[in-house]
């Protein structure tokens, strides 16, 4: 009888994104190989070695730091290292986040919501780590709103590394322009710059709007207001990992370049629920959609309840948006139904008439034309990546 192999995961538990990382290892272990997994309760900041006493056939880990890099290249066992972080000069198969697409996520979440200044906190207690997903944010920001400035915290052009305390927090906070949205990657900083805010009686999201670069429940709704953050598809990253890790342990070729995945979605709280911009009107229309789109909105509708010249309400959606008002309520819808087709079993007219369409038919026109699939193929789709770890 083959013996069952044993992997090891270092990779802390103390955090939303590890654990679903974890589930996403023993989904694939469950589906695929009868592994042992071997886990150790540890947090997201500890240098924690493997144990000696561990001789597994393979280890998924979160390489942050040289001494374990070192220590496990000596051990000679196929690894995979599902960290943002690369070790200089141990360099094993990577699968993790798309930071790019990570960073144009939250630059278009910014700019849907009217927002002409941002800011940024990058991770920072993370070591051997290269940030790309600033950059990424930056550049979509300047294509999507040309002008526009994203503002850093001075320590962190300075030492990237260096510990930002809540005085520099406070200090960054009243030179900024408002109103504002801040990206903020590490839920913990997150948490920090909104007690920063409640702290100087700064508005959020009114004034200032937060987004977090990690769906960390517990940090994200324990803040005042509850935080806005993006759902990495943790899980997925840890399936895909183990499926990279078990083809390693049979000796197949090892990947030559990191597997990198999109994050999944935003999941909007009160901390970016605003809409920010020097145009009321337009404002008022942007708000309009959201809180009626999954009722049979029309541009009619909204006029009757703005007293504008529709001609007005097309060139001011253009100049901010760069859609008409009609494109911005169907894209809104798609986004709704997007979500249920993923997250519920509602059938394919019962989503449709949960997102504001009045008939099926033109619910599928839309999902052929702007995603080039039917609404049923979208769902196999979501189906698919969740079963693959994709």
Known sequence: MKQIRQVALLIDTSTDYSSHLIEGVARYARTHRPWDLLVQPRGEHERTLMPRYWKPDGVIV???????????????IPLVNVSLS????????????DELMLGRLAAKHFQERGLRQFGYLAIWRQQNYVDHCGPAYAEELQRLVPECTVHIPRARETAPHSMLTAVDLRNWLKRLPKPIGIFAVDAEDAHNLADACRALNIHVPNQVAILVGEDDRLLCEISHPPLSAIDLGSERIGYEAAAVLDQLMSRRKRPLTPKLFPPQRIITRLSTDMLAMNDQELADALRMIRQHVFEPLTVSDILKQIPISRRTLELRFQRVLGISPAAEIRQVRIERAKVLLTTTNLSIPE???????????VMNRLFQRMLNLTPTQYRRAGAADSSSGR
């Open 62 to 76: 979160r390489m942050t730091h040289r001494a374990m890099a070192k220590d496990l290249l000596k051990r000679k």
């Open 351 to 361: 989503v449709a008439a949960a997102s504001g369409f009045n008939h099926v038919e």
């Open 86 to 97: 690369q070790v200089k000069g141990y360099e094993f198969p990577q699968v993790t986040i």
